[in-house]
């Protein structure tokens, strides 16, 4: 299991928020993310990943080459960003987005793999990169 203490960004805001109304993002921001003193408080998310989806997410980050743009270690090169690391539910949001075609990148790349992959190869995935130190 891994707990992570880090400073809110809007990426972790987008997943915390989601499905939420701007008054609701407004109120809950300033109740759960800020201090009475109206400084940003850090958070601690918890994530105890799923040996054998970690297993079966390596196998397919292996199949459909991840690693030959987010590098060895998922660590990022140039201008792909690392993954490793980085949490379960928004790489999950993220890989989930590319196959719907809500989010693209430049090259296409992410949308042409994201595309063939099942929901059980995107909930393996997001177990595998999340559970990367």
């Excluded at 940003?40 to 054998?52: L, P, W, Y």
Aim: aromatic share 8%; proline share 2%; hydrophobic share 40%.
């Amino acid at each position: 299991m891994h707990t992570r203490r880090l400073f809110y960004l809007p990426a972790a805001m987008l997943v915390a928020a989601a499905g939420l109304s701007g008054a609701d993002v407004s109120g809950k921001w300033k109740a759960e993310f800020t201090s009475p003193d109206g400084a940003q408080r850090t958070a601690t998310f918890t994530f105890k990943a799923d040996g054998a989806k970690v297993a079966a997410g390596r196998k397919k980050a292996d199949e459909v080459l991840c690693a030959m743009c987010h590098g060895g270690g998922f660590v990022g090169q140039n201008e792909i960003p690392r993954v490793a690391g980085q949490h379960y539910a928004y790489v999950k949001k993220q890989l989930l987005d590319f196959k719907a075609r809500h989010r693209t990148n430049d090259a296409g790349n992410m949308t042409s793999v994201a595309t063939t992959l099942s929901e059980d190869d995107i909930e393996n995935l997001a177990q595998f990169i999340a559970n990367l130190q």
